[in-house]
């Protein structure tokens, strides 16, 4: 399903244009220092980093929709302090869950971001924090290969209705389909309880037509169609 996105060949000459678009539709932001500047700096240095804005589903080559998530993408970058966050600035009550973190490939190669939803939850304080860990590791990766998707592999295992609606739910999705663009090959939904009689529409309601073909309902029987033995949890084996 990576290749609903279109190529790098596909969108390359349209670089030029965004940047030029961008600057000047977000100049006032750019002059009052609404982004990073080190955002700005790979934009407009970083081919494959531009390139991501204009293959994502939600952009598909538009330049003008490219230049708008530019601008969110941005902004929700410098809310966070992403370019100066570290694993160290994290508690141990976040990192000691394991609750997201990359492991392995699928059949195709693609690197997995396993996401244990029911450890993905937080309250008062440490919400902002779980967000801000969510990011970063999904930025590690992102930073260093924007353009080689992966499979966000999400266990829902032992997860209920309150999981599934919850604000680090939306966020996660966010990430995957704005924050991060070009990020997911395609989402695996797993072992979904069986009291959701509509499953996709409780994760669908957040992703677009063409993003919700992305998105699979996996069963145990089902998941070494798609990941290998060796690299499965052995929960999944």
């Known amino acids: 399903m990576a290749d609903m996105n279109l190529k790098p060949e596909d969108v390359a000459e349209k670089v030029p244009s965004l940047r030029m678009v961008f600057k000047e539709n977000y100049a006032e932001n750019i002059m009052n220092g609404v982004y ?67 492991k392995g490939q699928d059949k195709k190669g693609h690197p997995i971001l396993y996401v244990n939803v029911k450890e993905n939850i937080a309250t008062g304080e440490h919400m902002p924090l779980l967000k801000q860990y969510i990011a970063l590791i999904i930025e590690k990766h992102h930073a260093k290969y924007p353009e080689q998707m992966c499979v966000v592999l999400m266990d829902m295992g032992s997860t209920d209705a309150s999981n599934l609606g919850t604000d680090v739910m ?63 949890w052995p929960h999944m084996k």
């Not at 708008?68 to 869950?97: M, Q």
């Not at 957040?206 to 499965?232: G, H, M, P, T, W």
């Open 36 to 102: 990073d500047q080190r955002d700005l700096d790979r934009l407009e240095n970083e081919e494959a980093h531009a390139r991501t804005f204009l293959r994502t589903l939600r952009t598909n080559g538009d330049v003008a929709k490219a230049v708008e998530l530019i601008d969110v993408c941005f902004k929700f970058r410098k809310s966070i302090g992403i370019w100066d966050l570290s694993l160290d600035d994290f508690p141990s009550e976040i990192k000691d869950k394991n609750a997201i973190y990359f």
């Open 170 to 232: 939306k966020y996660l999705i966010a990430c995957f389909t704005s924050y991060f663009p070009v990020f997911v090959a395609y989402m695996i939904s797993y072992n979904m309880p069986s009291l959701f009689n509509d499953a996709r529409s409780n994760l669908g309601m957040f992703l677009n037509d063409d993003q919700q073909q992305k998105l699979l309902l996996v069963k145990k029987n089902e998941i070494s169609n798609f990941i290998a033995d060796e690299y499965l």
